[in-house]
C-alpha cells in the first residue's frame, strides 16, 4: 500500500512541478503584456474549464504535463486576430521572448533550489567526506560494513531467495570492524582488501581484523559473484570471490545544516547534481543499446535513462522503505534534468525558441552593419522536418523508456 502512495503521490509531484512549468509561462507573458489565452494543466479533452479575463483556465483527462498558449509564438501563426497583432509574441524584444520562453526551465530550478535547501536542513544532503570516486574508494581504511547477503548477480534488487549468507558474518564480522590482512597479503586500505579477495579462489581464507583496537581473526568462507572492477563500475562483468563486505567509514551519510549555512550546502550540491545532468544527457546515445536490451532479457543497467514512470515507481519504493529522503533527491533531480533539457537549442522544446529568437537577432545586427535589408523573420516552416524528426526521435526514446521501466524496472536497492 506504501509503494502505491509514494508512486501516486511522486507522479503528482511531477505533474505539479510541470503545471508551475507552464505557470512561470503564462506570469511572464502576462507580465510584458503578451495575450494568453489558455492554461491547461493535463491532455486530452476537457474536463471543465473557465475564463478569468483573456485566458481560459482548465483541467483535461490526460494528467501528463499541461500546456499554455501564447498567442503568436512564431511569426507563421495563423489563428491571430487583428487586434491582437500588437501584442503577438514574436513582435516582443528578444531579451522579453527570452525570460518568457526560458521561464518554465527557472521555475524547475527554483523548485530544485527549496527542495534541495528543504533537505539540508531538515533531512541531510550527501556528505562531502565521503569518497566519491574509484581512487577516492581506494584510498580509504579497509573499514567495513557486512552485509545480510551476497548477491551473486550484479545489479540485482535487493537479496534473492537463491542468494547465499554474506560469509563474512557467517564468520563473526561486524560493522566497523578494519581488515588487516587477508590471507598472506597485508592490507592498508580498502582498495587493497578488494583486490586480494578478488586475487583468491572461492572457499575458506584467513582474515585478520581488529575491533574496538583488539586484534582478532577469522576464517571467511569466499563465494563467487559478479562484479565489475572497483576503478570501473561501467566495465567488465566477472565473476569474483567476495566477502559479502563493503566500504565504511566514521562520516554519517547524510549531513543537515543550519537554516543560514544550507545556502551554502544547497549551492554546492545544486552544481553537482548540474554537471551530473549534463553527464547524463551526453550518455543518453551510448545508453539507447542497454535500455534496448533490458526489454529482450539482459540486466537493466542502473545507470540508464529513466521515464516519469519509472522516477514515479522509485519515488514509491523510496516510500516503501522508509527512506523519503530518496524521494526527495529524486525529484530533485528530475527537476534540473528537465529544466536543462527544456534549454537545448532544439525545436520543440523552449530553448530552440530562445536559440531562434537570438539568431534573428544576431543576423540583424550583422547585416545591419554590412549595410543590407533586415533579413526579417526565421521561417518556421522550413525547419519543421528537422523539428518532426526531433519529435519522432523523442517519442521513440520515451517509449523505449516507459518499456524498460514497465518490464526492467530499476530498484534504488539495486547493488
Known sequence: MLYWLGTAAFALAILISVSLHE???????????????????????????????????????IPLGGFCKIVGMTPQDEDILPEDQPRAMWRFPVWKRT???????????????????????????????????????RA???????????????NEAGCQATDPKAPAALAGLQDGDVITRVGTATIQNYGQLTDAIRALPAGPVAVEYTRAGAP??????????????????DGPVTKVAVAGIGPDTDEPALVTYGPGGAFGATADYSWTIVKGSFEALGRIPEKVPALWNSITGDERDPDTPISVVGASRLGGEAIERGVPEVFLMIFISLNIFIGLFNLLPILP?????????WFERARSWLYA???????????????????????????????????????????????
Not at 582478532?216 to 563500475?233: G, H, K, Y
Not at 522544446?349 to 529568437?357: F, L, P, S, T
Open 23 to 61: 505557470l512561470g509561462h503564462m506570469i511572464t507573458a502576462k507580465r510584458f503584456n503578451m495575450k494568453v489565452t489558455q492554461y491547461f494543466v493535463g491532455f486530452g479533452p476537457t474536463i471543465f474549464s473557465f475564463h478569468r479575463g483573456e485566458t481560459e483556465y482548465g483541467l483535461k483527462a
Open 99 to 137: 525570460i518568457v520562453m526560458s521561464a518554465g526551465s527557472i521555475t524547475h530550478f527554483i523548485l530544485a533550489v527549496v527542495a534541495i535547501w528543504f533537505a539540508a536542513v531538515f533531512v541531510g544532503l550527501p556528505n562531502p567526506a565521503l569518497p566519491t570516486t574509484a581512487a577516492e574508494q
Open 140 to 154: 580509504m581504511p579497509a573499514m567495513v560494513t557486512v552485509g545480510d547477503c551476497v548477491q551473486t548477480v550484479i
Open 216 to 233: 582478532q581473526t577469522a576464517t571467511v568462507d569466499l563465494v563467487t559473484a559478479e562484479r565489475t572492477p572497483i576503478d570501473d563500475p
Open 349 to 357: 522544446v523552449d530553448g530552440g525558441h530562445i536559440a531562434i529568437a
Open 369 to 415: 552593419r554590412l549595410k543590407k535589408p533586415d533579413p526579417g523573420r526565421v521561417d518556421y516552416y522550413k525547419l519543421m522536418p528537422l523539428t518532426y524528426a526531433v519529435i519522432l526521435i523523442g517519442g521513440a526514446f520515451t517509449v523505449l523508456t516507459i518499456t524498460a521501466d514497465v518490464v526492467n524496472p530499476i530498484s534504488i536497492f539495486s547493488r
